[in-house]
């Protein structure tokens, strides 16, 4: 793992835990696009036509980028600022850009 890598798990607890509301939006989100992702599957046994599929698989890239830069907005404005607040931040800078860079590849 080189420096701008980050651990799958890093062990770490969120500073504010995500509310019931939040984690059932987010389920709820990941859940849509579980389905998309069967609906391809059947797609390709049916042999359906490539762009048709292509385009499903593109839907379901742009509605993951959603769910991880909503969950990346909350990281920053609870994780991050809380950990500037308490004079972490460096750290949490850090791991942020990293995080960053990693999502947007």
Same mark, same amino acid.
């Given at each position: 793992?080189?420096? *701008?890598?980050?651990?799958?798990?890093?062990?770490k607890?969120? &500073?504010?835990?995500?509310?019931?509301? !939040?984690?059932?939006?987010?389920? $709820?989100?990941l859940?849509?696009?579980? #389905?998309?992702?069967? #609906?391809?599957?059947?797609?390709?046994e $049916?042999?359906?036509?490539?762009?048709?599929? &292509?385009?499903?698989?593109?839907?379901? $890239?742009?509605?993951? $980028?959603?769910?991880?830069?909503?969950?990346?907005?909350? *990281?920053? *404005? *609870?994780?991050?600022?809380?950990?500037?607040?308490? #004079?972490?931040?460096?750290?949490?800078?850090? !791991? &942020?850009?990293?995080?960053?860079?990693?999502?947007?590849?």
């Amino acid at each position: 793992m080189d420096e *701008h890598t980050l651990p799958e798990n890093s062990g770490k607890q969120p &500073l504010t835990p995500r509310t019931d509301d !939040e984690k059932q939006a987010v389920i $709820n989100r990941l859940k849509r696009i579980e #389905g998309q992702v069967r #609906g391809i599957q059947k797609m390709v046994e $049916n042999d359906r036509y490539c762009v048709d599929v &292509l385009v499903q698989i593109s839907a379901i $890239n742009n509605a993951l $980028n959603k769910v991880g830069y909503s969950l990346l907005e909350r *990281h920053t *404005h *609870h994780c991050v600022a809380g950990a500037i607040k308490k #004079g972490e931040g460096e750290e949490a800078i850090d !791991e &942020l850009m990293k995080v960053i860079q990693q999502f947007s590849k």
